[in-house]
């Protein structure tokens, strides 16, 4: 089992973990008299040269001499589920196990031999470097998915694996955008450094971030891919029965304020079209909802017994990553919201269920009894004591609830003084479902100084479960659900941005998922560290930039006191 994981790079001088470790495998492989041998490449997952005992050395040593470290970590227990397999079909003779690793901490903290078999001897062969002093960039991501024209946060995590404070220089490089970050890391620390930025235009953009004269053991983790999509602005669909023209009405005030929000998010003056086009009406029982997708969250208000069709399709989406608030403050609401729970399955594990009551009408003079302060929305409001700022909103309408045994309740995000859930937010699929549980026509909040802020901040929350890092670990499995706007009969075309091209061009399948209402791309060994995209006619629609875990730039390997005693167990071992 030879060891090819990212950290097998280490070293200096042209002398590395990996380069020991080939000639140690060669060594192994020396032509024996009546020898039969297998090799095991241990990375994410296991590639085995052969998948049994051959005689053919040459060609074992060939595969060693090809073999080049790749940039993902190493998944022992995989390597020997393998290893076990191919020495349980070996008949008579002695059997050896050879593990040649840096036995990397990360990795292999949590190896074990039961599956080996009890005859066989075990051989544990060290690769591992004297210097593990290694500055790298851990992890690259927004704070949220850009949204064109708006600021977002950039952060990239830098960890300095050393005894001595490093001053760091990082480039990024994402066309258009380019930026410097600089810090001073003290030892055995992660920094991360933050530069708050906008995008000008709509779509995929790529790029690395970079350490510049970073001078340690292990330069393939200095640099680090970036994908990222930027979005266009924010669209709300606002589904009631109610009329546009009924003023004041519930569905009229989130409407009103859902404006003033996405006029307030702008960086330059808005054009009023453009802002009127970003909250668009839809009436249930008139409108076609397949007809009126493109939008990134969905809110119901009044909005009548909605059909199975309707239902549906807005289970989809959530599960394809868009929002939905749903205020509540009828009987048919905990209908509608029970039938949803339904298709949804386990997906959808609410912390409350609404109670239909017929006393729904009494509930009145209501008031916020505990609120969580220091979580969205109403971290918005800035006040360590929310409950204080709104005392004077008093509520009327909704339903009581009850507690489910599915959800959790930390989900709950406040409470009304009758001790039914005023909101909480419950993830689903991909995408976030929030429930606030009033009537705002009766209500008085939504003419109350803390409405508009809770409400904006309740919408930017909800587009929080979607990608804010496309960036998977290489070697390993990738299953995405692509947007709503691709369907089963866009062709698409693969292609590599940059980095190491996949064996065999396989880039895996894109295929429809009827249970998801998607095409779902599934590739099962993505290379890196790389820029892989998805291609319509019109140009990339979606991307994945690929590197090995953040954890793989900590250098530190098991102690021979913990692969001679701990994991032995009874079994005598060689080091």
């Known amino acids: 089992v030879l060891d090819v994981s990212q950290s097998m790079a280490t070293g200096s001088g042209g002398v590395t973990s990996w380069t020991s470790g080939v000639a140690s495998a060669l060594q192994y492989l020396d032509n024996s008299s009546g020898m039969q041998a297998a090799v095991i490449f241990a990375g994410a997952k296991a590639q085995p040269v052969f998948d049994r005992l051959s005689p053919n050395l040459g060609a074992l040593r060939e595969a060693v001499k090809q073999?080049?470290?790749?940039?993902?970590?190493?998944?022992?227990?995989d390597a020997l589920e393998k290893a076990a397999k191919i020495l349980d079909?070996?008949?008579?003779?002695?059997?050896?196990?050879?593990?040649?690793?840096?036995?990397?901490?990360?990795?292999?903290?949590?190896?074990?031999?039961?599956?080996?078999?009890?005859?066989?001897?075990?051989?544990?062969?060290?690769?591992?470097?004297?210097?593990?002093?290694?500055?790298?960039?851990?992890?690259?991501?927004?704070?949220s998915e850009p949204v064109v024209g708006q600021l977002v946060l950039l952060e990239v995590d830098v960890a300095n694996h050393s005894e001595r404070e490093v001053k760091v220089r990082c480039r990024i490089d994402l066309n258009p955008l380019q930026r410097t970050l600089e810090a001073t890391l003290p030892p055995q620390s992660v920094r991360t450094l933050t530069e708050t930025v906008s995008f000008d235009q709509v779509g995929w953009m790529s790029g690395w971030a970079k350490l510049e004269s970073n001078l340690d053991v292990l330069p393939d983790d200095d640099e680090r891919p970036i994908a990222i999509r930027v979005l266009p602005p924010t669209r709300v669909l606002l589904i009631s029965k109610q009329n546009a023209t009924e003023i004041p009405s519930s569905s009229f005030y989130l409407q009103q304020a859902l404006s003033i929000a996405f006029a307030g998010q702008e960086l330059d003056s808005a054009d009023e079209s453009d802002l009127s086009d970003r909250v668009k009406r839809f009436h249930p029982a008139r409108d076609n909802l397949r007809d009126a997708l493109a939008c990134d969250v969905f809110v119901l208000d009044h909005p009548g017994q909605l059909s199975e069709e309707t239902l549906k399709t807005l289970a989809a989406q959530l599960k394809r990553g868009k929002g939905l608030l749903y205020v509540t403050s009828e009987l048919v609401d905990a209908v509608n919201l029970k039938q949803l729970a339904e298709i949804l399955g386990g997906e959808f594990q609410p912390p409350v269920e609404l109670v239909p009551d017929s006393k729904a009408n009494m509930r009145k003079d209501l008031f916020v009894r505990q609120a969580k302060s220091r979580e969205a929305p109403f971290s918005a409001l800035g006040s360590a004591n929310v409950v204080d700022l709104l005392k004077p909103?008093?509520?009327?309408?909704?339903?009581?609830?009850?507690?489910t045994s599915e959800g959790l309740r930390d989900q709950v995000l406040a409470e009304l003084s009758d001790t039914s859930a005023l909101l909480y937010v419950s993830g689903v699929g991909a995408g976030q479902i929030a429930i606030l549980n009033t009537d705002l026509a009766r209500s008085n909040w939504a003419?109350?100084?803390?409405?508009?802020?809770?409400?904006?901040?309740?919408i930017n929350a909800l587009l929080s479960g979607r990608g804010r890092n496309h960036c998977v670990p290489s070697g390993e499995t990738l299953v995405t659900i692509l947007p709503s706007t691709v369907s089963d009969k866009v062709s698409l075309s693969p292609r590599t941005v940059e980095g190491p091209p996949p064996a065999d061009s396989n880039y895996g399948t894109w295929e429809w998922v009827a249970n998801q209402g998607a095409?779902?791309?599934?590739?099962?060994?993505?290379?890196g560290a790389g820029i892989y995209s998805l291609d319509d006619s019109s140009g990339a629609v979606w991307m994945i930039a690929t590197a090995a875990p953040g954890m793989e730039a900590d250098l530190n390997a098991l102690d021979k006191s913990v692969l001679t005693e701990r994991v032995s167990g009874t079994r005598t071992i060689g080091y």
């Open 447 to 458: 003419v109350q100084p803390t409405f508009l802020p809770v409400v904006s901040e309740l």
């Open 519 to 527: 095409v779902v791309w599934n590739w099962r060994e993505p290379p």
């Open 89 to 143: 079909q070996a008949e008579g003779g002695t059997k050896e196990l050879v593990i040649i690793s840096d036995f990397q901490r990360s990795s292999w903290g949590t190896l074990l031999l039961d599956l080996i078999p009890s005859d066989t001897q075990v051989q544990f062969h060290s690769v591992a470097g004297v210097d593990k002093d290694n500055v790298a960039i851990t992890e690259v991501r927004f704070a």
């Open 67 to 77: 073999a080049r470290p790749k940039a993902e970590r190493a998944e022992p227990r």
């Open 393 to 403: 909103v008093r509520f009327h309408g909704g339903l009581a609830t009850r507690a």
